[in-house]
């Protein structure tokens, strides 16, 4: 996980303008992938103070403990105003055992505007030698005057073959990484997820896509664990299209079902449902019900296989 995180290019310019000294008193990192996001920043934290690997500081910054580097809010707590009074008073206070001093202020994207407002003079003036290093999933969630005075660093979803060989490093040669890898969007938490169900969520999207009872899998689709039906179901679809296409060379999947499910499904319907299929995430992510987005996504499906058989007729 260390090697793909200090591969990025947020890392490097942390890591090279703290090495520098010019590094911004605000600065403000785009991780999409909040399942990782906090040790995202304790890896650029660690760059920020140059602590080498195995090291005291290295291992109190990753244990939270430097009296330097101050988290915010504490693991399963939200950044509230009066965490941020905290987080202001403390900022007041010397360094413990430099001249520098760094607040880590992780899911930035769940900062109320109230909060951010609240931060937002300590965050634009700082006191001498104090840093802050802010994450959040989406650049959506912040405020324009909090990002007008942030050096921003954005870190794109990582590749398919990066994911993959991260996996191969942390679990040797787990059955099903290629498969995850492809099907997590480039987020390394929703590979594991996928992982960890030992393929099950790839065995749901192909019931969710030749099965007649919709409304019993759709509730086997809320009960699943979170993250894992729709990417699963992206990568059955990806690859039900390019079978149809006569590109079964690129797919990913082997297995016959997905194949069978190819040969009754043109490419052009697999296509318009991984469209649906991107609307139900988005969905999902405004706090639709997952159940009853499956069940949208399916009626939606149906619908588009009419379509195209009338035009067939």
């Keep these: ?73 504490a693991r399963g707590a939200k950044l509230s105003s009066d965490v941020a009074t905290e987080l202001i008073g403390e900022s007041a206070l010397s360094p413990v055992e430099g001249d520098r001093k760094l607040f880590v202020l992780d899911a930035f994207q769940t900062v109320t505007p109230l909060v951010q407002n609240k931060l937002l003079k300590i965050l634009e003036e700082p006191p001498q030698g104090v840093y802050f290093l802010a994450g959040a999933t989406a650049e959506h969630t912040v405020l324009p005057t909090v990002l007008s005075r942030a050096d921003k660093l954005a870190v794109a979803p990582f590749s398919e073959e990066a994911i993959a ?27 594991e997820d996928l992982l960890e169900g030992g393929g099950e969520a ?6 969710f896509l030749t099965e007649r009872d919709t409304v019993r899998i759709c509730r086997e689709v809320g009960d699943a664990p979170k993250g894992t039906f729709l ?58 019900n997952p159940a009853q987005a499956a069940l949208t996504l399916s009626l939606r499906i149906a619908k588009e296989r009419e379509k195209w058989q009338k035009l067939s007729l």
């Design 1 to 73: 996980m260390r090697e793909l995180f200090r591969s990025t290019t947020a890392y490097q310019t942390i890591a090279s303008g703290a090495r520098r000294g010019d590094l911004a008193h605000f600065t403000l990192v785009i991780f999409p992938d909040g399942g990782h996001l906090r040790e995202f920043l304790t890896v650029c934290a660690e760059a920020f103070f140059g602590a080498e690997a195995g090291s005291r500081t290295e291992r109190l910054i990753g244990s939270e403990h430097y009296p330097d580097c101050l988290f915010y809010p």
């Design 202 to 207: 790839f065995h749901l999207a192909i019931r």
């Design 231 to 288: 990417p699963a179901l992206r990568l059955v679809l990806r690859d039900v299209a390019l079978i149809a296409a006569g590109q079964d060379q690129y797919a990913v999947l082997q297995d016959a079902s997905v194949r069978e499910i190819a040969e009754v499904m043109p490419a052009g319907i697999a296509l318009a449902a991984l469209r649906f299929t991107a609307s139900a995430e988005r969905e999902i992510q405004f706090n639709a």
């Design 165 to 191: 060989a991260a996996l191969r490093r942390m679990r040797g040669d787990a059955p099903g990484i290629s498969e995850a890898a492809a099907a997590c969007g480039g987020l390394l938490s929703a590979a």
